[in-house]
């Protein structure tokens, strides 16, 4: 046997081990496909970015992590948070050790949720990893609680995967908002970012937002109203990453609605789905952006509990290319449970949109986003839920579907339940998800979806004060615990020919 065979059998062999598969087959010259169909197993690791939570005095932090237990997932693991260190301190090394040394939250076993809080100002961003058995399905939210001023109420965002480009439909540049767009580096290198606006009239002209850059295990925040000198109602912000990755995320404010995080909306598409309306919705805006050079034309539904119907006056809403559109639906769900349904009246235009929901009235209002987004698919989970005030929408806007509904153990008590639930074609259901038994502390929800079509979901969280209800919605997309893999078998002969 010559050497370079056997040099390339040791090479494949040592991938083998490695990997503990080797992928490598020779056809067979039948022309018949013989591969096995993928196989989809659990990731092994994961990054997490939360933004700082708050620049108010007056803000509670309770920060909740949790992984759900997954299937053939590795017994061993961990996860951990780590502090981002600001813009101005990333580049001369003026971290606050204390703080770096003692997370707000350390993660637990999957299966069992972790709680921490922080208070004040100075709460920094979080990078986070999960690695091994912890990774599959990591999931960790913020929610804070402002007792007065500007975005006072409750405000909760789940914390992100970077990525390198995101669009934030429902921002605003206008008198009485302030808006942050969050950045959040988990690399060792720098990013290099451009933050665009776009208003009702097509791009707002700026330069600063060009060419920022976020250092290495660093986070920048920059003012909306900084980035552009003209005031609009309803902005869209694309973050696009020149270099490197990052975590984004809007933190829009108001002085009189109070305020909350806009997430990035799903990816632009012809079809969209913005689940879990409140039933008690004063007012709800409707905001869009298509970011191609075609004008886009879509039928807006509202999937009910008995079916899509159709509000009046609001049938279609036209949306001109590189413009932002908003639409105020009213009360749109009146008094029951909505998610909107847009679709293309023709040919399909991707769009990105989001809708900005106020509950109460006069001066006991508050306000909260909900962007569209990706169906639950195999499982979503969302980590920080009370004994009272979890309501979670399950949405069918297409074929109906079985749904189950896990409920973790408590964090610091109860034993886990379990409910299925069927949503009919085309409806929007409040379901009364399970509650562990013996609840102690906080809990997880994960949605899984067992049969027929996609189903969109998201949880709305309610603290209610004095004065008005506080609360915060987050949508429930697929938490990519499971990558696709193609199944193989060792076949080393291939290198001997």
Not at 22 to 48: Q, Y
Not at 106 to 133: C, Q, W
Not at 322 to 328: C, E, I, L, P, Q
Not at 467 to 473: G, R
Request: net charge negative.
């Amino acid at each position: 046997m010559k050497r370079t065979t056997l040099s390339l059998i040791a090479c494949a062999a040592a991938l083998a081990a490695v990997t503990g598969f080797a992928a490598v087959a020779t056809p067979d010259g039948s022309g018949t496909d013989t591969a096995a169909p993928a196989a989809r197993l659990p990731v092994e690791r994961t990054s997490l970015l939360c933004p700082a939570p708050s620049t108010s005095d007056l803000a509670e932090t309770q920060y909740t992590s949790f992984t759900p237990v997954t299937k053939g997932a590795d017994e061993k693991g961990e996860a951990a948070l780590t502090t981002a260190a600001r813009g101005d301190e990333a580049g001369d090394g003026k971290k606050d050790d204390e703080k770096a040394a003692k997370p707000p939250v350390e993660p637990k076993e999957p299966g069992t949720p972790a709680t921490g809080t922080t208070s004040g100002s100075d709460t920094p961003a979080l990078i986070g990893t999960a690695e091994g058995g912890q990774a599959p399905g990591w999931t960790v939210q913020q929610t804070t609680e402002v007792a007065a001023g500007t975005g006072r109420g409750l405000q909760g965002v789940n914390c992100t995967a970077p990525d390198t480009e995101f669009w934030f439909p429902g921002a605003s540049t206008a008198a009485g908002r302030t808006d942050y767009v969050h950045l959040t580096n988990p690399d060792d290198s720098a990013a290099v970012v451009d933050i665009e606006l776009y208003g009702k009239d097509g791009a707002l002209k700026s330069t600063v937002g060009e060419g920022v850059t976020v250092p290495p295990h660093g986070t920048e925040s920059l003012l909306l109203s900084t980035l552009a000198d003209v005031k609009e109602t309803d902005v869209t912000v694309h973050v696009g990453v020149r270099s490197g990755r990052v975590g984004a995320a809007v933190q829009a404010l108001d002085d009189k609605t109070g305020g909350d995080w806009l997430t990035a909306a799903a990816d632009p598409a012809g079809d969209l789905v913005l689940p879990g309306i409140p039933k008690d919705a004063t007012a709800v805006r409707l905001v869009l952006f298509t970011p191609g050079g075609t004008d886009a034309d879509l039928k807006v539904r509202l999937a009910s509990p008995s079916g899509l119907i159709t509000p009046a006056g609001h049938e279609t809403v036209h949306v001109k290319a590189g413009m932002t559109t908003g639409v105020d639906l009213g009360e749109v769900t009146r008094g029951e449970a909505g998610s909107l349904v847009l679709t293309p009246t023709d040919g399909a235009v991707p769009v990105v949109a989001a809708v900005r929901v106020v509950r109460g009235k006069g001066g006991e209002q508050e306000s909260a986003f909900i962007p569209a987004t990706d169906p639950v698919g195999a499982r979503a989970t969302a980590a920080d839920n009370r004994a009272k005030g979890t309501t979670l929408a399950l949405t069918a806007p297409g074929e109906g579907a079985e749904v189950k509904v896990t409920a973790s153990a408590g964090a610091e008590g109860g034993t886990t339940a379990t409910k299925t639930f069927t949503v009919k074609a085309g409806t929007t259901q409040n379901v009364e998800a399970p509650v562990p038994a013996g609840l102690k502390g906080g809990y997880a929800l994960t949605v899984e979806t067992v049969s027929g079509g996609p189903v969109h979901a998201s949880r709305t969280l309610t603290v209610a004060d004095d004065d008005v209800a506080s609360f915060t919605v987050q949508t429930l997309p697929d938490d990519r615990g499971t990558v696709s893999v193609p199944n193989a078998e060792e076949d080393l002969s291939v290198l001997q020919k």
